[in-house]
């Protein structure tokens, strides 16, 4: 049975970015309903995230600006709103806090308490420990991001083939283990839904997902009785190519770039890795003619790529130049 989720935005941790939107909506969405969606901090500055509120109707937070108490007066806005949902509405069974605040860990205690799934994601630069190890699960922006295309078409244009498979080994990549294929297509709806197997020239989602996994082998079908299951393949994803001394350079280059594009300044030094390994799950160091990881980002600080930093707490980070 899918959870109902309340989600909560605080735009400033996030970037604001209408692609950040989206994938956190997805990632909550692959979980289940969004019942409430509450975005705080909203200025005239965040005009392109307007369709995207509006098609998952999200309510609005404007931010106000006066004195030094903002900031604070968002949070305990925040607060309020989540225990009044918590309180309230019985149908919530899970809540997803988009920020790194410690100031949310009583918070989120109290939602567990209450029994309540907490889902917390962050930006790393702002990600306090506190908060993270707090929540039910916590998923680092940068990782929710990590290794993804944006291929489907927009809500209202005609899917292709190529998208609902794409969309589906999301949903898989999100699974612990084999899904049944009507738990794929409700998420499938629950992304998408103008979506209908027959808008993409099958009769039944059992046709569709068989042409699926022979045209793209990303996934594999098993029949057991009457129920049809779904599992990822394992070699699906991996990279032709091997890191070497000549080409790690362009590799760390590409994968910063479309960090920055997404809309993030600063990464984390291990998910930036991760981003490396999703792509070269063979990668060494030593590939690179290096004995360690942060001897590849001093090299790549003295290309010019990145500026190494630390954080309040004494935590490395990469600034992306």
């Known amino acids: 049975m899918a959870s109902h989720f309340a989600l909560f935005v605080d735009l400033e941790n996030c970037g604001g970015k209408k ?44 931010s106000l600006r006066y004195g030094r108490s903002q900031k604070n007066s968002m949070d305990i ?18 809540f997803c806090i988009v920020s790194g605040d410690s100031d949310y860990v009583p918070l989120v205690g109290k939602l567990k308490s209450m029994g309540k799934f907490v889902l ?4 790393s630069e702002a990600a306090s420990g506190v908060f993270m190890n707090a929540c039910s699960e916590f998923q680092f922006l940068e990782s929710v991001k990590a290794g993804k295309e944006r291929t489907a078409a927009p809500v209202g244009e005609a899917l292709t083939l190529a998208d ?19 738990e794929v297509k409700g998420t499938l709806l629950r992304l998408r839904p103008d979506f209908s197997e027959k808008s993409v020239g099958y009769s039944t989602f059992g046709k569709l997902l068989a042409r699926l996994s022979q045209q793209f082998g990303s996934f594999s079908l ?7 299951y779904i599992s990822l393949n394992q070699a699906h994803g991996g990279a032709h190519e091997a890191l070497t001394k000549d080409n790690y350079v362009q590799v760390f280059a590409r994968i910063l770039a479309e960090y920055r594009d997404d809309g993030f300044e600063r990464v984390n030094p291990s998910l930036l890795k ?9 990668f060494t160091e ?32 990469v600034s992306i130049l």
């Not at 950040?20 to 969405?29: G, S």
């Not at 909203?42 to 995230?49: A, E, I, P, Q, R």
């Not at 806005?77 to 899970?94: C, F, G, P, T």
């Not at 290096?290 to 090299?299: E, G, V």
């Open 19 to 62: 692609s950040m939107l989206l994938d956190i909506i997805e990632r909550v969405k692959i979980r289940g309903d969004i019942l409430i969606g509450k975005v705080y901090g909203y200025t005239d500055s965040y005009s392109d995230l307007k369709e995207t509120l509006l098609s998952n109707t999200f309510t609005v937070v404007p």
């Open 77 to 94: 806005q925040l607060v309020i709103d989540a225990l009044d949902v918590a309180y309230r509405n019985e149908l919530i069974d899970s």
């Open 120 to 123: 917390g994601i962050s930006r």
């Open 164 to 182: 609902v498979n794409s969309m589906i080994v999301t949903i898989l990549g999100e699974s612990d283990s084999e899904m049944l294929a009507s």
């Open 222 to 228: 098993m029949s057991e009785g009457y129920n049809l």
């Open 274 to 282: 991760a981003a490396v390994i999703s792509e070269y799950p063979d």
């Open 286 to 317: 030593r590939q690179t003619g290096h004995r360690r990881f942060s001897d590849i980002l001093r090299a790549l600080e003295r290309e010019r790529l990145l500026r190494l930093e630390t954080d309040e707490s004494g935590n490395m980070l």
